[in-house]
């Protein structure tokens, strides 16, 4: 699989994959990541990729020439690419839009900066948008990867146990069980005798009964869902 970030501040983003585990699955060739930076399309002679807004208001807008010609060159080269753009108002990305695009062979993700992207390049080029929550970042960049992180870490081979993915929070309504890691007492905190004594069943047992406590405390309307849910769907 390909993920192509189109960004003004490149920089932003690389570190993020020179390390841990998405390093080692571009090690391992289970994914490639590059970079195109609409600032290198800019016909102006200064190579400006924003300008005041048409019809006023605050702050400047990317003009639609640098990311256009970035976009059809993209395009132009890869027909199969999927281009997703990243904006505040539009539906929150999910556990469920990790999985579908996943499957795909090249997505590309194009960031705002400034006051944001001119629209009609969100018209002629986005095949899907997505925000990563209501609030407003500075930039693109950030939801950007978070949605190549989430993704990525669905492609076949990059988790070393792709066991800890089926059982992960957001695959069903259910939160995940809480975990714990060794000693099994730590300033007065123990973990639960359960965990303990080797009985698997009861520990499957026990970890639903916690894991529908965690939701109903931090997503109670996910809980509903769970328990409304028909026999026959489960
Ligand atoms: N003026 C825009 C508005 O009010 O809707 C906000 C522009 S924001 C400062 C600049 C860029 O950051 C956006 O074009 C988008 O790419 C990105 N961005 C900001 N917040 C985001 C969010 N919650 N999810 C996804 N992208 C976001």
Do not use: W
């Not at 669905?154 to 309504?173: A, D, K, Q, R, T």
């Not at 005798?193 to 939701?215: D, F, M, Q, V």
């Not at 405390?217 to 328990?227: A, M, T, V, Y």
């Amino acid at each position: 699989m390909r993920f192509t970030f189109v960004t003004l501040f490149p920089n932003l983003i690389e570190g993020y994959f020179q390390d841990s585990i998405l390093k080692r699955a571009i090690d391992k060739e289970l994914f490639s990541v590059d970079y195109l930076n609409p600032r290198d399309f800019s016909l102006n002679k200064h190579s400006k990729v924003d300008d005041t807004a048409v019809g006023g208001g605050a702050g400047m807008v990317m003009n639609p020439q640098p990311l256009c010609d970035a976009l059809d060159s993209l395009k132009t080269n890869n027909p199969d690419i999927h281009i997703i753009f990243l904006t505040p108002v539009a539906k929150p990305f999910k556990q469920n839009d990790a999985k579908r695009l996943a499957k795909k062979s090249h997505v590309a993700f194009v960031s705002g900066r400034y006051e944001g992207i001119d629209e009609r390049v969100i018209e002629e080029f986005a095949d899907e948008v997505f925000s990563i929550g209501d609030y407003i970042l500075t930039g693109g960049e950030l939801a950007s990867l978070v949605l190549c992180d989430a993704i990525s870490r669905n492609v076949e081979g990059v988790l070393g146990n792709s066991e800890s993915l089926s059982i992960e929070s957001f695959e069903s309504e259910l939160l995940e069980a809480p975990s714990f890691s060794k000693p099994k007492e730590y300033r007065n905190l123990v973990v639960p005798k359960e965990y303990l004594k080797g009985n698997h069943s009861k520990i499957r047992t026990l970890k639903i009964a916690l894991s529908e406590c965690k939701t109903k405390f931090f997503r109670p309307e996910q809980l509903l869902k769970h328990i409304t849910r028909k026999p026959y769907e489960k």
